[in-house]
């Protein structure tokens, strides 16, 4: 009987999760950087893809801004630990806005930006993610390189880069004169927070560079994939392992996360790997810009 009624369960599971992951596109459009549709699954999960679809590049529960859904959103979101509750963050991509729209319900006194290249990207996140810019959440549209190199020093606390996909990174978002422009655009003791792939051939070229820049780098794993978050700042307080979770219990201490951050940086911790990598520069005579 107990087989039977075992058995019976594990039939009803199966058919619970064979209609929650059926999917409707509920939106499919073109723009000058690309294709890009919306996927629904039955339970309500809404899926952003571009190009030629290969990953998601953002999933949201319309309606449930405190929900992160992507473990290294979930893990990224150790920058918030970083600032203060009134702090000013910048994130470059918007995607379904599932990053900012939670910042803005974990720190509702915070100052935040956004800077998306694709106006497309940002219509769909508002229409289709719930994504909604107010008098604290402003989303300006255009190249992420170009707003960080026109905005005055010292501007944010945080910055958060987030406009690469599974398989691209930009080239102009990883050169040394870029996060040179980034580091100028911190206030003392700001930190960014970057979303990046160690499958990726310029990987440790990257975290190379990174450290050309900043006098720290520290790196998260997230999961058991080959992606990071890492973490550069100026020497003006630690960003080791021990900081960055004593914070992240602080951040939990103080507001609701959803999820155990403190737990996912400390084992997730890695020291940068000593490479002999050659530092990304932005070629001579030309000027970078990002596209998607």
């Known amino acids: 009987m107990a087989a039977v009624v075992a058995a019976l369960c594990l039939v009803l599971a199966l058919g619970y999760w064979i209609s929650s992951v059926r999917s409707t596109v509920v939106f499919e459009g073109e723009s000058e950087f690309g294709r890009v549709w919306v996927v629904e699954r039955a339970d309500g999960l809404r899926s952003l893809y571009m190009g030629d679809g290969r990953a998601r590049q953002s999933a949201v529960f319309p309606g449930r801004p405190s929900h992160l859904e992507f473990a290294y959103t979930r893990v990224a979101m150790v920058g918030l630990a970083l600032v203060p509750d009134d702090g000013r963050i910048l994130f470059v991509g918007l995607g379904g806005g599932a990053m900012p729209m939670y910042a803005r319900q974990l720190l509702p006194n915070a100052k ?21 810019p107010d008098s604290l959440l402003v989303v300006h549209t255009g190249d992420g390189r170009a707003f960080i190199e026109q905005s ?22 990883v050169t040394r004169q870029f996060l040179e422009a980034v580091r100028s655009r911190l206030s003392p003791g700001g930190v960014v927070v970057s979303n990046l792939w160690s499958s990726s051939g310029e990987y440790a ?11 720290q780098v520290h790196l998260i794993h997230v999961g058991r994939g080959t992606q990071r978050i890492l973490v550069a700042g100026s ?58």
């Open 112 to 132: 935040i930006e956004v800077v998306e290249l694709d106006p497309l990207i940002v219509d769909v996140a508002q229409r289709y993610f719930g994504f909604r």
């Open 152 to 173: 005055p020093p010292e501007s944010y606390d945080l910055i958060v880069l987030d406009a690469f996909s599974d398989d691209e990174i930009p080239y102009a978002l």
């Open 205 to 215: 070229s990257m975290v190379t560079t990174y450290g050309a820049v900043f006098e």
């Open 235 to 292: 020497a003006l307080r630690p960003l080791d392992r021990s900081a960055l979770v004593e914070a992240s219990r602080m951040l939990a201490r103080r507001v609701e996360l959803g999820f155990d951050l403190p737990a996912l940086v400390e084992r997730g911790y890695e020291i940068p790997p000593e490479v002999n990598a050659p530092i990304l520069e932005d070629p001579a005579g030309e000027r970078l810009v990002a596209p998607r």
